[in-house]
């Protein structure tokens, strides 16, 4: 999800299977069921001094709201999006407007800093990150174990009961769609 203000929901996703692809043949004015206000959302009680977003891919999505919701706290952001390429870049414009300031990465050099969103990534104060496992690890791994990190599962039920997108932390078994999707670095263990 990547904005909600009033009545609208602003999504972003990326055709890869069945359920992504029938999304693309929604028609304006089509309901739909929804099930939303699920799990948890980022802290921004704990955004103090450098706030940095680091997002890779569709993951950057989630990361507008958040910087919207900074911004109209008062905090300065900087928002780190990496890409595999320039042309799936999106919404860069976008944080730009709500005043962030952006830094891009893309795998194959043709925007911005040429490598991982670690390579642009600058030291912060406090850390938001969603994307992809490998894209977050290293994020992890670069900011010592800080930060708010936003995961993401297969979901069998999306409401707590199936278990089937349990992970170890250090708090114990933990849901990711029940009791995440965003852990705290402390919470998770990417020692490995
Ligand atoms: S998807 Fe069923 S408990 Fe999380």
Do not use: H
């Not at 929604?26 to 940095?52: H, I, K, S, W, Y």
């Not at 950057?60 to 990496?82: H, N, Q, S, W, Y």
């Not at 043709?110 to 600058?122: C, H």
């Amino acid at each position: 999800m990547c904005d909600a203000q009033e009545d609208r929901l602003t999504l972003v996703y990326k055709a890869v299977g069945r359920g992504t692809r029938l999304m693309t043949e929604l028609v304006p004015g089509q309901l739909l069921d929804a099930l939303t206000g699920l799990g948890n959302g980022f802290d921004l009680t704990r955004a103090r001094g450098e706030v940095v977003l680091a997002g890779g891919g569709v993951g950057c999505a989630p990361l507008f709201l958040l910087a919207r919701r900074l911004r109209e706290a008062g905090r300065k952001v900087t928002a780190v999006l990496g890409f595999n390429r320039a042309e799936e870049i999106f919404y860069e414009e976008a944080f730009r407007a709500l005043g962030a300031r952006v830094l891009i990465a893309t795998m194959d050099g043709s925007r911005g800093t040429k490598g991982f969103v670690t390579d642009a990534m600058p030291e912060a104060d406090s850390l938001y990150v969603c994307g992809p496992l490998p894209m977050m690890k290293a994020v992890w791994k670069k900011a010592r174990g800080a930060g708010q990190y936003s995961l993401e599962e297969r979901m069998g039920c999306g409401f707590g009961v199936c278990m089937g997108c349990s992970i170890q932390t250090a708090g114990g078994s933990r849901r990711v769609c029940a009791d995440g999707p965003v852990f705290t670095g402390e919470e998770l263990l990417w020692n490995d």
